[in-house]
C-alpha cells in the first residue's frame, strides 16, 4: 500500500509558477514510476509528467513539455512537479500517483483505478 500526500497547489496568474510536492510512504512494490494527472471538469483525467525512480527516465504531454518539470528526490520520497509559464489552459486538480508503467496523455476512467496509487488531488487555479 502506498500513501502520497499532495501539496503545493494554489492560485497563479498567467506566467507564473508553481511548484508541487507529493510525499511518498508505504512500500512501493511494483510502483518504480511516480507520475502528474491533471483533471477538469467533465474531461477525462490526463498524465502530463512522470519519472521512473530507478532510472531517472521522464516523459511529458505536448502540452506541458517545455514549461512543466518533474522530478524525485529519493532521500525525502518525494516527487515533484515544478510548473512554469503557466497558463489559464493548465487550470485543474493535479494528481500524483505511483504506478508500475506511466501513462502520458488521456486516460479513460475505466483505467483509473487500476494504474496505480493516487494521491487526493491539489487545485492549481491560473488566472488571465
Known amino acids: 500500500q502506498v500513501q502520497l500526500v499532495e501539496s503545493g497547489g494554489g492560485s497563479v496568474q498567467a506566467g507564473g509558477s508553481l511548484r508541487l510536492s507529493c510525499v511518498v510512504s508505504?512500500?512501493?512494490?511494483?510502483?518504480?514510476?511516480m507520475s502528474w494527472f491533471r483533471q477538469t471538469p467533465g474531461k477525462e483525467r490526463e498524465g502530463v509528467a512522470a519519472?521512473?525512480?530507478?532510472?531517472?527516465?521522464?516523459y511529458y504531454s505536448d502540452s506541458v513539455t517545455g514549461r512543466f518539470m518533474i522530478s524525485y528526490e529519493n532521500t525525502k520520497k518525494t516527487v515533484y512537479l515544478q510548473m512554469n509559464s503557466l497558463k489559464p489552459e493548465d487550470t485543474a486538480m493535479y494528481y500524483c500517483?505511483?504506478?508500475?508503467?506511466?501513462?502520458?496523455?488521456?486516460?479513460?476512467?475505466?483505467?483509473?483505478?487500476?494504474?496505480?496509487?493516487w494521491g487526493q488531488g491539489t487545485q492549481v487555479t491560473v488566472s488571465s
Open positions: 500517483a505511483a504506478s508500475p508503467r506511466h501513462y502520458i496523455g488521456t486516460m479513460p476512467e475505466e483505467l483509473l483505478s487500476d494504474f496505480g496509487d
Open positions: 508505504g512500500y512501493t512494490y511494483r510502483r518504480n514510476c
Open positions: 519519472i521512473y525512480s530507478s532510472r531517472g527516465s521522464t
